[in-house]
């Protein structure tokens, strides 16, 4: 079973006070990972997906890393606006029609004070 | 161009009584799905469809059905409403391996 963990729950920062969010994952046979913003009352939005071991992808104020068990989500000198919980996700090898499914992990909730 | 809309965005139904969540995209998508976020739980899977007349149960299926009789649409019934079942839901949809586009969500309070 593919499980996603996030970490930490909150994160608090001070305007310009870089940071990163984790997400560490086990999945049978990574097919992508994925992070989306999620904004209070609306759908989750988005950003990147990661497809092997080594890749990065980059995103205004925002760095995605993968690694063979985890990802992190870099953010660079965030404004108030970069305010959001943040979900990560996997797609794994279950073979079938189940590609194309997500397991998320629970989010970190990510505040920026000016 | 409209990417995937929910139709209702509120609604509050009586233990017992049933309803349909709509769901509705316009990219031609194959993949569709449908999720429940809870407070600290993140999303579950509770059906998804691979294209119009397929559909399978994901991890949290009981108490839901689907149907999808076009690619466009793939409406999410629930019967015999629960409390267990106050959510917010979440249509999604997708093309192959790339990153889903999630609708604006139906939140639902069962009382």
């Known amino acids: 079973e593919d499980q996603v963990t996030q970490s930490p729950e909150a994160l608090r920062l001070q305007e310009g006070e870089s940071s990163s969010l984790n997400c560490s994952y086990t999945v049978s046979g990574l097919r992508g990972l994925f992070w989306y913003r999620q904004d209070p009352g609306k759908g989750p939005e988005f950003l990147f997906t990661l497809y092997s071991a080594g890749e990065e992808k980059e995103k205004e104020r925002l760095k995605a890393t993968l690694t063979k068990k985890e990802s992190f989500l870099h953010i660079t000198a965030p404004k108030p606006e970069d305010s959001a919980t943040y979900l990560c996700a996997v797609s794994g090898d279950a073979g079938g029609t189940s590609y194309g499914k997500l397991t998320f992990g629970q989010g970190t909730i990510l505040t920026v004070h000016p | 161009n409209a990417g995937v809309t929910q139709t209702p965005k509120f609604r509050i139904l009586k233990i017992g009584q049933s309803m349909t969540l709509q769901c509705a995209q316009d990219?031609?998508?194959?993949?569709m799905y449908w999720y429940r976020q809870d407070p600290g739980m993140g999303l579950k899977l509770i059906y998804y469809?691979?294209?119009?007349?397929?559909?399978d149960k994901g991890e949290v299926p009981n108490g839901y059905n689907v149907s999808r009789s076009t690619t466009e649409d793939f409406p999410l019934r629930l019967e015999l409403a629960a409390p267990s079942q106050t959510s917010v839901y979440f249509c999604?949809?997708?093309?192959?391996?790339?990153?889903?586009?999630f609708g604006s969500g139906t939140r639902l309070t069962v009382v």
């Open positions: 990219m031609n998508h194959n993949y």
């Open positions: 999604a949809s997708s093309y192959g391996r790339a990153g889903y586009t």
């Open positions: 469809s691979v294209g119009a007349g397929i559909t």
